[in-house]
Every structure is written in C-alpha cells, then in structure tokens.
C-alpha cells in the first residue's frame, strides 16, 4: 500500500492511529523509511466567541471527493518522495473530541515527511468539497470547504 485514501461515514469503518501505523508498516517498502509523522483532526468545542456542541460533515457527492483526494495524495506522494501515504476522513455527526480526519506519511526522512504531512492536511481542509455544520448554542453555522 502506497496511498490509502478513504472518505467513509462514521459507522461504516473504524481507524484509529494505531490501525492506520499498522497499515502503513506493512508497505513492503518500509525498510526505506526513517519517519513516520501522523495527525488526528477532532472537534474543538470552544472557540473565541462561541462553543461548538456538534457538528455535522456531509459532501454533495462522496465519489468525487473521493478522487480529489486520491489525486491530492498522488501529487504529494511524488512532490515529497514519500513512501506511504494513509488518510480517513470520515463524514456524518460527531461530539466533542471525536476524531473527523486521521492522516499518516512515511518517507526516508523527517524533513520531506513532515512537510509531506502538513500539506496533505492543508489541501485536504481547502480542496476537498465538505460541508460543516456547526451546532452551536446560538444556532446552526454552516461552513463550506476551507473553512
């Protein structure tokens, strides 16, 4: 495995950290790989100005986020000379704390490997078509991708 890339509803599959390092250690091309860097997106509940209770994320159309992601890991993975790339983005309503996005890069060093990781959290937040509703205690705020 090279590139994972998974947008799934929250019931339908469960990663965590610990089973997306599993998956990227089996990459037959480990042995090539000093590091390994991950990130966990969760819902923050406060924020200046307001407190979140909720949100809910949803895309008009799953297949095609689908392969903008596909397409932003690929760009990436040659970009960087990363030799793993794993990413969940998860849709449907969460809590406080609960984890909405889980991405994880593996590459010969730490320099690229980092930067590697950061970008993919970056495009995936502005380039890939989610809608974010906010349940606050004020109402309902509604964000489309970027926000």
């Known amino acids: 495995m090279e590139i994972m890339a998974k947008i799934v509803d929250k019931r339908e599959e469960d990663y965590d950290i610990g089973k997306l390092r599993e998956i990227i250690i089996t ?16 819902v923050r509940g406060v924020e200046p100005g307001k407190v979140t209770k909720k949100i809910r994320l949803s895309t008009a159309d799953k297949k095609s986020c689908q392969a903008d992601l596909e397409k932003i890991l690929n760009q990436i993975k040659d970009k960087f000379g990363i030799i793993s790339i794993a990413v969940i983005h998860y849709l449907g309503e969460f809590e406080i704390g609960e984890s909405l996005f889980i991405a994880m890069v593996a590459g010969a060093h730490r320099q690229e490997t980092q930067k590697a990781l950061n970008e993919v959290v970056e495009r995936v937040k502005y380039e890939i078509d989610f809608k974010k509703e906010e349940k606050t205690e004020e109402g309902t705020n509604i964000i489309m991708s970027g926000g």
């Open 27 to 42: 990459n037959e091309h480990i042995n090539e790989c000093g590091a390994i860097y991950s990130f966990e997106g969760i």
